[in-house]
């Protein structure tokens, strides 16, 4: 069983309240700050505004001419004691494949195109992240990442953008890199990138820093909403959400494009209730069971 330091609050200005849960970024810690801001939603409390969830934090908008500072902090202590037993963090959730052609050429030209804002100007950004992490073989690494269920943190950046970090997996194998040393101009949308521990999926063309490793075969944003996995929100991912990477060949990303193109695509997608109880005390095996079905 976990425990979690008490959280710190902060006013930021007129309208702001920020809540640090802890100072590093945890499993254990994200699912506190999701729990705690579906909390606050589901009372819709007179007076917020937003509420943005963080790797491990959040930040709440608020009308001070509707509530105050201080009622609005005593609501988040009381919500926050509540939400330090392990048994409360549970949420609605649900896992959905990302299709991916890992190498390709799409992402292995921009990493050319921007090799001197990069580290290793000789090698492409998937060997360097591959070899960054002891691997040596291509089909293990893409393994090792496509094994892996990695949880949308939180969103920002770019419409659409998300964090996703992996879990029931050891610290020393968590797949990391270290961003560009100067972020590019351009990045190709639906592009698969590694910074640090966190696996991102750009949502269009935009600057960027991460590590490009392969290309997504379906949109994680989509305005008209066309697609099953998208009828709650026009971004595919969510705090709280899983996403499971599957590696596919260019013969299979080109038909998934074209059923795209076509709108007739249907996203992989599993509901489920998360229980951070069950992760924080069996970790894989829970990971395991929650794919048995999928």
Same mark, same amino acid.
């Given at each position: ?64 001419? *509707? =509530?105050? &500072? ?8 009381? $919500?926050? !004691?509540?939400?330090?037993? /392990? ?112 696996? *991102? =999926?750009? &949502? ?8 490009? $490793?392969? !290309?997504?075969?379906?949109? /994680? ?74």
């Amino acid at each position: 069983m976990f425990t979690l330091p008490e959280t710190r609050f902060d006013l930021c200005g007129d309208e702001y309240i920020y809540a640090e849960i802890t100072k590093d970024m945890s499993a254990e810690s994200n699912f506190k700050a999701i729990a705690i801001t579906n909390e606050l939603r589901r009372r819709n409390i007179p007076g917020i505004i937003e509420i943005y969830p963080a790797n491990a934090s959040y930040l709440v908008r608020y009308n001070p001419e *509707v =509530i105050s &500072p201080t009622d609005l902090m005593d609501y988040l202590k009381e $919500i926050d !004691i509540t939400k330090s037993n /392990v048994s409360e963090l549970n949420f609605n959730s649900r896992i959905i494949e990302i299709p991916v052609w890992y190498d390709d050429p799409f992402t292995n030209e921009y990493a050319q195109r921007f090799k001197d804002r990069n580290l290793k100007h000789e090698i492409s950004d998937f060997e360097y992240v591959m070899k960054a992490n002891g691997y040596s073989d291509k089909k293990m690494f893409i393994e090792a990442h496509t094994d892996m269920l990695y949880m949308i943190t939180m969103l920002g950046f770019s419409p659409g953008l998300s964090w996703a970090f992996p879990l029931g997996v050891p610290q020393e194998k968590i797949i990391q890199a270290r961003k560009y040393t100067s972020p590019r101009t351009q990045t190709p949308g639906q592009a698969v990138g590694i910074g640090g521990a966190f696996s *991102v =999926i750009y &949502p269009q063309n935009s600057p960027g820093s991460y590590q490009l $490793i392969g !290309i997504s075969g379906v949109p /994680v944003y989509d305005q008209k909403k066309r697609f099953n996995a998208f009828s709650e929100s026009v971004f595919l991912a969510k705090p709280g959400y899983l996403w499971k990477h599957r590696a596919v060949e260019e013969e299979e990303y080109r038909k998934i494009v074209k059923e795209v193109e076509q709108g007739t695509y249907h996203y992989k997608v599993k509901e489920f209730n998360f229980s951070a109880e069950e992760y924080s005390t069996r970790k894989k095996d829970y990971i395991k069971q929650l794919m048995e079905d999928f």
